[in-house]
Structures are given as C-alpha cells and as structure tokens.
T-cell receptor, first 112, second 114 residues
Framework: KQEVTQIPAALSVPEGENLVLNCSFTDSAIYNLQWFRQDPGKGLTSLLLIQSSQREQTSGRLNASLDKSSGRSTLYIAASQPGDSATYLCAVEGGSNYKLTFGKGTLLTVNP | EAQVTQNPRYLITVTGKKLTVTCSQNMNHEYMSWYRQDPGLGLRQIYYSMNVEVTDKGDVPEGYKVSRKEKRNFPLILESPSPNQTSLYFC?????????????FGPGTRLTVT
C-alpha cells in the first residue's frame, strides 16, 4: 500500500527566504507526482506535475524534483512571500485505479 | 475555462436525511473521483469512475454511493448520513493513462451532519 510522508508538518520562515519542502513515498511504481497548494477551507490548486520519467519541473519561483528510485521529491520555493502561506500537499498517482495518494501536507507560514 | 464544479459548497444536515452532492466537469475527462479530507487523516479516495457506467470503490466507500450516467457528471450520494461523514469533500477529474495529465479538483463541499 502506497504511503506518502511530508516533512516538516509545519514551517515558519521570514519573507525572502528560500525553502525546501520534502515528500517521500514507499512504492516507486507511480505515474506521476503532483504538488498542490491549499488555502484554508479552500480547494486544491495544482502547482507542478512531474511525470515518472522526469527529474524536475519549474514554474516561476517553484521547482520540484523527483527521485523515483529513492521515493523522494522536494519542492523548492525561492524568495518566499507572505502570499505563499498555505498548506502544500504532495500526491503520487499510481495503480490500476489512478488513485492519488496524498501526504498530510506542510503548513507554510511566511512572515512579513 | 476548464473546471470542476461542485454543489452545494456548504451543507448542514441531520442524521439520516438523504443528500446528493453534485460534481460536473467540462473537460470531457473519462476519469472522475471523490475524496474526503479530514484533520489528521488527509485526503482519502471514496469512489472513482473510469468512464460512463464504470465505477469502483476507493479506500473509504462505506456509507456512500455514486453513479456515472453521463461523462460530465459524477454525483456522490449519502443515503443515510451520519455524524462521522462530516468532512470536506472534493471531486476530481482527469484523462489518465499518460502520466503527464494532472487531476483537476473542484472547490470542495463542506458537509456537517448533526
């Protein structure tokens, strides 16, 4: 059974700092890995998707990497801003039912 | 605009009163699914559908039903809701199989069962 773990559970940083969020998964037989952002009480916004054959994806200040063999992914946020404050969720898609298995998220607070 | 819509967005109901949460997507996606999100447990899949008339259980299907009569719609039915079904529910859709297609999520439905 796939399990996804995110570390740390919460992170508080001053504005402008570069930061890394970590995600690990137990079964490397995945189609892709996605990073989502969730604001309090709101829906999920897809940030980046990395296919299983890829090593990284970039969008603006965000860079996500994937090491499928070791079951790890990182989300790098450059020059953090207060507007980046949210919960970041990592999810892997796999299996015959294309299910997304989510981690429990990292709550990020960027202080002005 | 590509989107997944859910209705209602908020619902407070009483134990045992049947309810339906609707989900609709405008992207002609074959795959649709329902998740629930609970504090400390994260998001868990309830049911999924690979295409019209093809549905199957996810990880937490007890107490829920679904149907897929049309490609764009995938309603979630709670025949006799109980307080342990109080949760935030998300519908998602995608075109699976290529590995490179992201799943789109609806805005969520916050359900409270008293």
């Amino acid at each position: 059974k796939q399990e996804v773990t995110q570390i740390p559970a919460a992170l508080s940083v001053p504005e402008g700092e570069n930061l890394v969020l970590n995600c690990s998964f137990t079964d490397s037989a995945i189609y892709n890995l996605q990073w989502f952002r969730q604001d309090p009480g709101k829906g999920l916004t897809s940030l980046l998707l990395i296919q299983s054959s890829q090593r990284e994806q970039t969008s603006g200040r965000l860079n996500a990497s994937l090491d499928k063999s070791s079951g790890r992914s990182t989300l790098y946020i450059a020059a953090s801003q207060p507007g980046d404050s949210a919960t970041y969720l990592c999810a892997v898609e796999g299996g015959s039912n294309y299910k997304l298995t989510f981690g429990k998220g990292t709550l990020l607070t960027v202080n002005p | 605009e590509a989107q997944v819509t859910q209705n209602p967005r908020y619902l407070i109901t009483v134990t045992g009163k049947k309810l339906t949460v609707t989900c609709s997507q405008n992207m002609n996606h074959e795959y649709m699914s329902w998740y629930r999100q609970d504090p400390g447990l994260g998001l868990r899949q309830i049911y999924y559908s690979m295409n019209v008339e093809v549905t199957d259980k996810g990880d937490v299907p007890e107490g829920y039903k679904v149907s897929r009569k049309e490609k764009r719609n995938f309603p979630l039915i709670l025949e006799s809701p109980s307080p342990n079904q109080t949760s935030l529910y998300f519908c998602a859709s995608s075109r699976p199989g290529t590995g490179g297609v992201k799943q789109y999520f609806g805005p969520g439905t916050r359900l409270t069962v008293t």
